[in-house]
């Protein structure tokens, strides 16, 4: 079904109510690229935080960009919706996908409001509100007139996201956003990443540190060397055993769900 | 957040007419015997002419430098200029001269064969990841490559006088143009600043990297497409009227851009606008300095540009640029 525009297209009009609701979200299904993922399949659900773990090289930042319509995989392929991604016009696929690549990249100093309204790009228009809305969201209102290159590095990672956000994506497929921040500045950027999610949002997250995926994700993806190793709730895809199995490092997690350290 | 366009038009108007007086010859419109007929026909097409030109060359440095992302890049990077270049010596070289069509024709050619070339990497490169790298190289191997042509074509030249003929008109100049060049290059130069315009919202998304410009709906190949036709036909028509003019496409735009809000698309128009005015100011100094002979416009912007852009380096160096 497609209750935005309230559109029903026959075929899934005849669909059971199941099958109808399976084909929904984003699905990576068999995914083979040139010796970096080998048959990595994957549904994954709106309104919720999925985060991909790995160890260097295994494969995250490809997947990443195979889910958001940038890399076309040798084999396999990604569907939004039940719909293949390259059968979008990549205006439509753009609207719906927002990515956040690791190197935040800014090539020219642009005040903080020109740099988020980029975000409307793919919708063609030059609509403010929801440019506003996403400087508020962030706590960038008292910076939008500020020149980039004079932001520190957790407003710039809060501009890079609020960019992001000024699209109103349905899926946010970020790499590494909270790689650069601070302790505070990786929570509060984690709030505004859940507040998304808690709004039917899909947020697909690469991260490295392991802690952050086991406290704040819902489902975690571990792949290893091209391959899904893992894939669940955190505390059974990031369990100890998986983690020293993988990662090569024996550990134990300590503390309550949702505040868990990793102790080596 | 200054305006410029409603500045530089304020510049231009008084430049525009002051261009037309000035010359060897200043001329009084109430005392100089036909001054109508002189302004008609020999400073009205000149001044329309710089116009045209700088324009082109303007907005062509603004986009290929926002396509680059860097503030260093130039128009002659993609190889157009010299390709044109190659073409108008092509014609001196086949004793065509004499025929006022064959150069500007077989620049245009030059021009195209280039874009053509540009179109065929472009296919194998821009798809890639560091596509845009590749063909900027690939570029420069063009331009590299019609240089050459161009040095061999004038040291094979088949008479000393043809020879000095090629030298003289690769140095770039405005003199004893008329309005069949005004007829040439200002509709090919309005039709390359629309396909600049074109590629003006992909130059925005590209502010952020050849990543996110593609997720946010760009395609690189029909961005590239845009860009490769708007500075060939701009550069390409340049250099078919008033042959090398260097360093306009590369100053204009990052002498305009502090006025803007920095983002490429908003560079284009006031670069064309300032381009124009550049050309403008230069070819009536030039026409105006007593020398023996003229001063060519093309050697008057690379004196003045090559300092310029060495000052540039030094200061991106420190940082500030």
Not at chain 2, 152 to 176: K, Q, R
């Amino acid at each position: 079904m497609n209750p935005v525009n309230g559109i029903v297209r026959p075929e899934e009009a005849l669909m059971p109510q199941a099958e109808g609701l399976s084909r929904r979200g984003l699905k990576a299904e068999g995914i083979d690229l040139a010796g970096r993922l080998f048959g990595v399949s994957a549904t994954l659900e709106a309104g919720r935080i999925t985060a991909i773990c790995g160890p260097n090289g295994a494969g995250k930042s490809s997947l990443l960009q195979c889910l958001a319509g940038l890399i076309v995989p040798d084999g396999g392929g990604v569907t939004l919706d039940g719909q293949p991604l390259p059968a979008f016009h990549p205006q439509q696929r753009a609207r719906a996908i927002g990515y956040l690549p690791q190197a935040g990249e800014v090539a020219w100093d642009v005040a903080v409001r020109s740099l988020v309204a980029l975000g409307r790009l793919p919708h063609r228009d030059a609509r403010s509100e929801p440019v506003e809305a996403a400087l508020a969201a962030l706590d960038l209102l008292g910076l939008a007139g500020r020149p980039v290159s004079r932001l520190s590095g957790g407003e710039r990672a809060r501009a890079l996201l609020a960019r992001v956000m000024a699209g109103e994506p349905r899926w946010i497929l970020a790499d590494e956003p909270l790689a650069a921040l601070d302790l505070a500045h990786q929570l509060a950027l984690l709030g505004h990443l859940r507040r998304q999610a808690e709004r039917g949002t899909g947020v697909v997250l690469v991260l490295h540190d392991l802690a952050l995926a086991m406290n704040h994700a819902d489902r975690v993806l571990v792949l290893e060397q091209g391959r899904l190793a893992a894939d669940g709730a955190p505390d059974k895809a990031l369990s100890a055993e998986v983690v020293g199995r993988i990662w090569g490092v024996p550990v134990r997690w300590l503390g309550e769900p949702g505040a868990r350290a990793l102790v080596v | 957040m200054t305006r410029p366009v409603p500045l530089l038009l304020l510049l231009l108007a008084p430049a525009f007419a002051l261009s037309l007086l000035a010359g060897r010859v200043w001329i009084d419109p109430a005392a100089t015997p036909n001054a109508a007929l002189i302004l008609a026909e020999l400073r009205l097409p000149r001044s329309v002419l710089a116009l045209v030109v700088g324009a082109g060359l303007g907005a062509a440095g603004a986009a290929m430098q926002g396509y680059l992302r860097n503030p260093l890049a130039d128009p002659g990077l993609f190889g157009i200029a010299p390709m044109a270049a190659l073409g108008a010596v092509a014609s001196f070289w086949l004793g065509l001269e004499a025929r006022p069509w064959a150069l500007p024709v077989l620049a245009l050619a030059g021009a195209g064969a280039g874009m053509a070339l540009l179109a065929l990497m472009a296919g194998r490169t821009a798809s890639g990841t560091s596509g845009i790298a590749l063909f900027t190289l690939a570029g420069l191997m063009l331009a590299s490559l019609a240089g050459t042509l161009t040095s061999l074509a004038i040291s094979m030249a088949p008479n000393a006088f043809a020879m000095s003929e090629i030298v003289t008109w690769l140095m770039g100049a405005l003199t004893d143009r008329g309005w069949g060049e005004v007829g040439i290059a200002a509709p090919l130069t309005l039709a390359g600043l629309a396909c600049l315009t074109a590629a003006a919202r992909g130059l925005d998304a590209l502010t952020l990297g050849e990543a996110v410009a593609r997720s946010l709906g760009v395609e690189p190949q029909r961005l590239l497409a845009w860009l490769v036709l708007g500075v060939g036909l701009t550069v390409g028509s340049g250099v078919a009227v008033a042959g090398i003019v260097g360093f306009v496409g590369l100053i204009v735009p990052h002498l305009v851009r502090p006025l803007t809000d920095r983002r490429p698309s908003r560079l284009i128009v006031p670069s064309a606008l300032a381009g124009a005015l550049l050309v403008l100011v230069a070819d009536s100094a030039v026409r105006a300095i007593p020398f023996v002979t003229e001063l060519r416009l093309g050697i008057a912007l690379s004196l003045v540009g090559a300092p310029f852009f060495l000052w540039l380096l030094l200061r991106m160096r420190k940082g500030l640029a």
